[in-house]
């Protein structure tokens, strides 16, 4: 692991602050309408700024959290000194419930895991729930980035907008207030979609990949992850199974490693515990994102529901 | 005799019908243009072959008339950033599989592509996945893409 606390780790941090933090913002925003009286699609809708929202797409600030993921590539061009290649993402965007955020991303770039300080960011929502932010970087200008807010607010899409630096999309969803192992207990379904990098110490060839499989979690720190399936290049290849522990903070944050062989992984819950979103972090190996849905979903009543009900009112999109 | 074996055979065939009706509420709704029909966010990501990756995010309005309207977007490629609109068609089969044309803009009005995709609507309708199936230029000589997407309704 790599720790950076340079300047450059912080215009890159900001960067994706603001990615990340728009489309949270604008959630949480929007979340905080479901609770507003009707007699706000009559009024008239304040005017669009930073830190503020647009009034087609009402919404009231309520703090809260999201967790992204992304996958894209860093390029050669980039002003930030950072390695070029393909980059995955995990971010954990909280908003403060005054127009402002805070992010903290950490980047598995080309092989390398990368872990940034929480930078603030500030952002815009239009009539028509797109977001765009921007973060100043002291000396540097600022870095924008755009989305879209869709199911009501339980999801934000959004990419990097800054020229030159790196071409990704991100998809970020609602996490919940607190976590245990527990809030991951059931078989998962996964889907990934990556890179397998020249150097990866798994035995799989060098190229561009997907994978499917299932990914169980007994809710008390083990997991097993088989039936994996590879296609890379062009080439199928039947993934061994693993087990070994993972791990859940009190926010949320997943850790996963294996005992089996050198497979680890970060990640976020995200919709209760019915999703989770990782990327593996074996040295040198595969850089991608992997989304884990439950089989069959929890209530959203459960202990891990967010407190605060996703709902946009964008009806006048 | 003959009045017994009507009977069974109208029991039967109205007990068929009367299934067959009842089968696409047990299975969930079939897909339609009206069904289709709202406001969509929606992000793609891929590869224009020899010039890099692309990524785009946006909003688009699909009706019921299977019409694609008030599409915008942001797209990059390889890090340029670049803000665009668009329109076109699109259709839905039963099956929830589809097709859409659409014609990319700049802001200024120039068409810069003329885009086809194949789609597949799930989560009963209010998602949309899609993969470019064609990409043309006004000079009529298609780019080599590899690019798909998610686009989900905004209001479900």
Redesign the interface.
């Known amino acids: 692991m790599r720790e950076t606390s340079g300047r450059n780790s912080l215009r890159r941090v900001a960067l994706l602050t603001a990615v990340i933090i728009t489309p949270l913002a604008v959630v949480i925003a929007q979340l905080g309408s479901q609770a507003a009286p009707k007699s706000r699609s009559t009024a008239a809708p304040p005017p669009t700024q930073l830190g503020a929202y647009g009034g087609g797409c009402p919404a009231a600030y309520k703090p809260g959290t999201y967790g992204f993921i992304g996958l894209g590539q860093e390029l050669t061009n980039n002003p930030f000194g950072e390695p070029a290649g393909p980059i995955a993402s995990i971010l954990v965007v909280r908003s403060n419930g005054d127009g402002t955020l805070s992010v903290q991303r950490t980047d598995f770039a080309n092989g390398a895991l990368i872990v940034t300080p929480t930078v603030p960011g500030t952002y815009s929502v239009g009539d028509d729930c797109t977001v765009a932010d921007t973060i100043p970087i002291p000396g540097t200008g600022a870095l924008t980035g755009y989305g879209v807010i869709v199911q009501d607010g339980a999801e934000v899409d959004y990419m990097a907008t800054t020229e030159g630096v790196v071409v990704q999309n991100y998809v970020g969803r609602r996490m919940p207030n607190y976590c245990t192992n527990e809030v991951l207990q059931g078989t998962y379904g996964i889907t990934g979609t990556g890179t397998s990098l020249s150097t990866n110490s798994l035995g799989l060839p060098a190229g561009p990949m997907t994978t499917i499989g299932t990914l169980y979690f007994d809710g008390k720190g083990s997991f097993r992850k088989e039936n994996e399936q590879a296609f890379i290049n062009g080439s199928s290849f039947p993934i061994a199974s693993s087990t070994g522990s993972y791990s859940v903070s009190a926010d949320c944050r997943v850790t996963i490693t294996a005992t089996t062989d050198k497979l680890t992984a970060i990640g976020v819950v995200v919709d209760a515990g019915n999703s989770i979103a990782f990327i593996p972090t074996t040295p040198g190996a595969l850089v991608a994102n992997v989304v884990g849905k439950k089989v069959a979903e929890i209530s959203t009543a459960q202990p891990y529901a967010s407190t605060i009900a996703p709902a946009l009112d964008c009806a006048r999109v | 005799m003959m009045t017994r074996t009507a009977t069974v055979i109208s029991f039967f065939v109205t007990t068929f019908l009367n299934t067959t009706a009842l089968l696409p509420a047990a299975h969930g709704q079939s897909c339609s243009l009206a069904r289709a029909a709202g406001?969509?966010?929606?992000?793609?990501?891929g590869t224009v072959v020899g010039v890099?990756?692309?990524?785009?995010?946006?909003?688009v309005t699909l009706d019921a008339a299977g019409n694609a309207t008030n599409g915008?977007a942001?797209s990059?490629?390889?890090?340029?950033?670049t803000k665009e609109t668009f329109s076109g068609m699109f259709m839905v089969n039963p099956d929830c599989t589809g097709t859409g044309s659409f014609e990319i803009f700049n802001l200024s009005g120039d068409l810069l592509l003329t885009v086809t995709e194949d789609l597949v609507w799930d989560d009963n309708m209010?998602e949309l996945r899609l993969i470019f199936t064609s990409a043309v230029p006004p000079d009529g000589k298609p780019l080599p893409i590899v690019i798909n997407g998610?686009a989900?309704?905004?209001?479900?």
């Open positions: 406001t969509y966010g929606f992000s793609t990501s890099g990756l692309r990524t785009s995010v946006g909003i915008k942001t990059s490629l390889n890090g340029t950033v209010r998610d989900r309704k905004m209001v479900p």
